[in-house]
């Protein structure tokens, strides 16, 4: 990943868990379930971020003699765990908060002033001007994040976030987009409920407000485990099919493909495997100059006396047909794989197999 994209995430987590800190304050201060709900939401963030960073962090690791094609993968499952574990156990609170408080009512009130380190004020200020700080400290993460996203999705060709939000090949990136989106959200959710509570004198709005956002919770929670479920499903990379296929079909001397198969093992990094034949009318007829120039080498190498033999002759034309036509395989892989990665330069991994050569099919 991008030195970009870390500072979006260090930046989420900086900011979050400062606003979470203020939100508890301001919720048990003022008995809000709604701000309660938020603390809990910027806190599910700040360790879901924490989660982010690790695995950004496992994933840089290069291969080894374990982990073949390197340890991208490890940063999907840092966060699936997150995702699924984090936003669950945060929408499961909110939502039991919630419910606590509904269950409690008539029984309890808010309070409308609160004593803060010696000073009092109304609690509804207090929420409000919490929220407030919070709104421009996740703002501003909002705004290093979406940039890198732009940033992104405008060098991948794509012209709808929505559409890169979706298909889009960092679940990290996309991950802190939503976190900080919803984060907004939320705070205006939580500000509604504060606010019409204090309006009506109801803490039913408080209490509705405040299960909207762990259920929003909840939402993130699936979303983002389905997007990081398919990176670690072995999904296809069907672009870098396409730069193949179409590489392939310019290619004079490849008659045809078969069996093609990509992984993505992360968002710069795929495998790519095919098995390739060869149009006879093209390679052959290079080949034939370029196998008696090699036979000439190696009768010229063995001296006048040895190249007479009939043995040598035949030693030279074997070993020149063998040399030639395994060298000129071997440019023509590294002809296409060049190509391909000339297109797609994550496409780190490139393996063909000739399968043989065939006479061109004019049909």
Known sequence: MSHSSKRAVLTAIASNFTVTVIKFIAGLAGGSASMINEAVHSLM????????????????????????????QKKYLWNLWSAIGLFSIGAGLGLAHAWHSWEGLGNSHLAETVSLFGVEMPALWLNLGVLAVAFGLEGYSFLVAMTEFLRRMRSEGESSPLAYLADGDDPTLIAIVLE???????????????????????????????????????????????????????????????????????????ERY???????????????????????????A????????RCREILDQAGKARARSEPMQHYASARSSVEVVIARTEEIIDE???????????????????EGVVAHDSA
């Open 45 to 72: 963030d700040t360790l879901n971020q924490g989660f982010l960073f690790l695995g950004l962090r496992e994933s840089e690791k290069p291969a080894d003699q374990l982990y073949a094609f390197g340890h991208g």
């Open 258 to 284: 078969h069996d093609l198969r990509s992984i993505i093992i992360d968002e710069a990094h795929t495998v790519l495997i095919a098995e390739i034949e060869l149009r006879e009318e093209a390679i052959v």
């Open 336 to 354: 296409i794989e060049s190509a391909v990665r000339g297109q797609l330069p994550r496409v780190s991994h490139i393996t063909l197999e000739v």
């Open 180 to 254: 900080d989106s919803a984060a907004m959200l939320g705070l205006v959710l939580a500000a509604l409920g504060i606010i019409l509570t204090s309006i009506t004198g109801h803490a039913e709005y408080d209490i509705v407000f405040s299960a909207l956002i762990a259920l929003m919770l909840g939402g993130i929670a699936f979303y983002l485990g389905f997007v990081n479920m398919r990176f670690l499903a072995d999904i296809r990379d069907a672009e870098a099919e396409a730069v193949f296929r179409e590489v392939v079909k310019k290619h004079p001397e490849v």
């Open 286 to 293: 290079d080949l034939y100059d370029r196998i008696q120039t």
